[in-house]
């Protein structure tokens, strides 16, 4: 593999450009005047050097993207979407390997490496969704780390529990939830099966939850004491986490003290008009935030572009971040915090990082936040994907 | 100048592709297989065509588009951005001719043909932002149409009046206000001088609403009374109205019939995380909404792109439309609401009308908010522009 040098660029987070090598999929060095000889320049002097783009929270396998529009038919509820997911996916060939492949292409030609998708599991679909995005992932450069996901009720639909289960033995990644009160109507025991879950497996949890106001906030408790006491720390997330911005600020921060200290990550989309977590505040007190799409064009659903510096711009302007810093804490979420949610090693731009970096044609880092022009380059594990 | 027949488009609002033929600046017709001889033909066949698209709330005359990255500078309050835009306005040469042309410039682009924009006057400033307005406005086929904006407060701020008279007599078509209460501590004069002014100089009126909760909603109550007394209906609109998304459904619904009695329009822009006014509901009751940015890249926010499909995704996305009727009502506001906003005539997709057209390479209304892909081709009076 020949080496490939980029001259010129700004790495994020260094206050002046430097060069970049490549060596065998690594970076190799990182500095001013690396010598070029042997290897494959490529100039990209005023434009921005970003690691790899982390999607945090997607649905991959139900997504309709690439084909033609199709216009939301659910009702304004939680259940009707639901019910209206069920009801079409057989119509429409929900999963589609071909959907899901077409929206991994969209996503690596804008930059993201690495995606954590909850996929649906069911008695009614199985384990296809597991297995259509094993497929869909197997060709395509990007990195996907699946969560298995009760969408349909995990207490309230039996049998779910043995397929969540089947797919962490076939080697799923993580164990999801969702709105253990809201949805499942048994908050505790939701709770214990998907932790049980976890422990036994060595498998990471992510737990939906949209349950909103003192209810979600008391199943944020509930998840920061089991995480607490099992020693999960690190390897538990909550995704939306809407209940936090109706809660008064002491109470935000208590749940803010408990998530930093349990080790409990926060992932937001930002999506539609829900409440955004406060961002700002999770960092400072250091819990990992990480942020995702959600939903790309589905029965959910027909917005979302795949691509995460949209995506960290939608997270930027819902918590009415207007300074440069502000603006790069969203950045930060579709990047290194992405990458502490699902524990990858060697991620960054750091010598002896794994070269998978991402080139923004624009000066800055809260720039490319807001403008989100077209990636000029894409490189995955040193290969250049995209140029 | 040679007719235009655009072949094969579907024309929004339309159940199949027609074509449109355009001559001396006017649709003259709209149908199936009309005859193109001494036309220049252009193929649109499998795409939408709008009517011109209106940006019904921006503020032109601060913006710092097409220089380079400027971070914001303000802390989080309202009155720390006004003392900070005071403060780097000559800094940053606000107003500035060029930039305002190359915002012009990008919004035409983007297929926006109209465009109501609030423009600061104070003792300060005087009218230099309403004449480089004016000069960049000549220079660019977008219609643009002023708000003398007492941006930096009105009572509380000694010879500001004057100045709106002066700018009326220049020949601006609008009277601006700013939060009668919050910011300028008089509600009641402060509408007294401005509904003066409107009344006096047969003008629009276009006042800044963010005052939220009940003081906004009584504000509100302020405004219908004042224009249905004064039977200046249909002139007169309110801007943000952040205080509709704070009070109760029925405060909401009697403010709503007051709106449409009065003929009171309300623009919004869906900005950061202010709550967005009931779109549907004043829609259903009759009431013009209209849409636009806001401030685009300047010392108010770094974000705003001047892409009025993609501003209405934004208004769409943020009042949790999924179906495709409910998201065609942003596109309604960022199309015929502003129109009506302005009071323009000849606009639209019917024979007599404007040729105002925008062309988007995509099959349906909803999909072209929702994607809001680069437009295919923007014709101006007949004239196109960009292709």
Known sequence: MTDV???????????APADILVRDGLIHSVGQGIDAQGSLVVDIAGQLV??????GHCHLDKTLYGGPWVPHSADDTLAGRIGNDLGRRAELGVPSVERIGALLTRMSEAGTTHV????DIDPLVGLRGVEAVREAAARSPVEVRQVAFPQHGLLTNPGTAELLEEALKSGVEAVGGLDPAGIDRDPVRHLDVIFGLAERYGAHLDIHLHDGGSLGGWELELIIERT??????????VSHAYAFGQLDEAYQHRLIQGLAEAGVAVVTGAVYSFPVPPVKRLRAAGVTVACGHDGIRDLWGPY????MLERAMHVAYRSTFRGDEDIELALEAATYGGARLLGLEG???????RADLVVVPCGGAAEAVVVHPGRSLVMKDGVVLHN
């Open 116 to 119: 954590r998708t909850h996929t």
């Open 228 to 237: 607490r006491v099992l020693g999960l720390g690190g390897r538990v997330a």
């Open 5 to 15: 040098l980029l001259r010129g660029g700004l790495p994020w987070g260094l206050s």
């Open 304 to 307: 979302g572009s795949g691509d």
């Open 347 to 353: 991620y960054g731009l750091a010598a002896g990082d």
């Open 50 to 55: 970003l690691p790899g783009l982390v999607e």
